[in-house]
């Protein structure tokens, strides 16, 4: 693209229709702020939900002004999703985890989000080979089907970190956001083997090499995500750039976070993986190894790249449902009864496929659990299942790279796919997204939410900070007054292993890692570096 360095004061710029496509988006994203900013106390609205509207509200005038030709202003590119858009949203879900939340259900959360995913693929798929190839919608093969069962068994993690709170629902967010990240890995990379994939000589043992190269991919991109990680902590710990200047650390933590990303894509693993987990190691240990202002300043700038990611992405969902290109596609060719069919067995079998593993995985789950108020209760089990119905840019992207080329399609069939998935990620987002809020009320109300430890609020009492560790040869909880049962043999013996890897892991950290990478503690012979008398607001992001 030519930057036009060499036009006068009165001519246009070389890219009129780029900057004008920019310029509307940038003010779009602005009107998305200030709005959600007024609807912040909202019972039903949240933040991804008013972009969505407000993307429809302006395809709906761009398609007017254009005299029903078209309703949005960039064409759908998987480039911009995959290599944009996602890692900054990803990394900084990793970067703001609560590590103790997470790592204690680390095993659920896998759980859900890998052994979950699979059973809903299975069950995604096989639905849409028994029921929709009854349609009669054109001409789909197996890889078509199993290609569904992958892209409609990723959840909307973006949606709903937004819909929970960390604060008011620790547990719950914990699962539903740890299972949407690994669920999104998973199904990528389902969808890539589906790909890849030659199911016309399909066999047992090519079977055993598709699990063999999942489980792969899975073990190496998360050990390239840590070990981005590890070198950015051991870089900075070494050199030290804060002593010079406090860009070139921010900068450094930020590139390197991306390079791990794109290295995963170069190799073929998961870049969602490996982001991932370089955001979770980054803040366990690079985070403290930079100056005090640099902490302010990646916590911050981390969170608002993936805000404004966020909020394009759903602007963007929203412009394009009204495509009038596909729409009028599937108009010629089929009628509105059987697009809605489509969408709707779609949709069933999303819910059916969703409670195909929620329950069944939770009462396995269950069984490691010493007491009852670690249990996810059955009222948790219903959130849980409800929350991760929502669709969101992860299926659209995967549903354009299977049904189109470059955003465009002229197969009827491929069409209907694309309105079907755009018209499923709008109505699950839409009502699914505002009955979570209030369903977290009626189900999990305020006396029962006091009683999760939030793992961003301070102590009430150095009494209360300490029950959680002296609790385990109590009866009673003096906390919350409620007797506590002792573990059957089966359950101690499943609940004490995580308990000692745990125990070991912190040994091994505070006796090999953090000499070497830093970390909380680590105090450099060098003035203004930083010290353990960090912001107090800032010490949740250990927790």
Known sequence: MELGLGLGLGDPPADYGSIAAVGLFVALICVCIVVGHLLEESRWMNESITALLIGLGTGAVILMVSSWKHSRILVFSEDLFFIYLLPPIIFNAGFQVKKKQFFRNFMTITLFG????????????????????????GSLDLGDYLALGAIFSATDSVCTLQVLSQDDTPLLYSLVFGEGVVNDATSVVLFNAIQ??????FSSVKFLQLIGNFLYLFC???FLGVAAGLLSAYIIKKL???????????SIMMLMAYLSYMLAELLDLSGI????????????????NVTESSRVTTKHAFATLSFISETFLFLYVGMDALDIEKWKIVGETYSP??????????????????????????????????????????????????????????????????????????????????????????????????????LIILLVPARHLSREPS??????????????????????????????????????????????VHHYWRKFDNAFMRPVFGGRGFVPFVPGSPTERSVPLLQGNEN
Not at 114 to 136: D, P, Y
Not at 346 to 367: D, G, H, T
Not at 473 to 484: F, K, L, M, R
Request: glycine share 6%; net charge positive; with cysteine.
């Open 220 to 222: 190496t991109s998360t």
């Open 337 to 438: 009864m059987k697009s809605l069919a489509l969408s709707s067995t779609i949709l069933f079998l999303v819910l059916v496929a969703r409670a195909a593993f929620v329950f069944p995985l939770s009462l396995l789950a269950n069984l490691t659990k010493k007491t009852e108020g670690e249990k996810i209760s059955i009222r948790q089990q219903v959130i849980i299942w409800w929350a991760g119905l929502m669709r969101g840019a992860v299926s659209i992207a995967l549903a354009y790279n299977k049904f189109t080329r470059s955003g465009h399609t002229q197969l009827p069939s491929n069409a209907i796919m694309i309105t079907s998935t755009i018209t499923v990620v709008l109505f699950s987002t839409m009502v699914f997204g505002l009955l979570t809020k209030p």
């Open 196 to 201: 890849n994939f030659d199911l016309a000589n």
């Open 273 to 288: 993986l490996t982001v991932f987990f370089c955001g979770i190691v980054m803040s366990h240990y690079t985070w403290h």
């Open 114 to 137: 890998a052994v979950g995913t699979l059973i809903s693929f299975t069950v995604i798929s096989l639905g849409a080979l028994g029921l929709i190839s009854r349609l009669n919608i």
């Open 455 to 500: 793992a961003l609020s301070d102590p009430p009492s150095p009494k209360s900070f300490l029950d959680p560790l002296i609790l385990d040869g109590s009866e009673v909880d003096p906390e919350i007054g409620v007797g506590i049962h002792r573990p059957t043999s089966l359950r101690l013996l499943l609940a004490s292993p995580t308990r000692s």
């Open 240 to 250: 030290y750039f804060g002593r010079h200047s406090t860009d070139r650390e921010v």
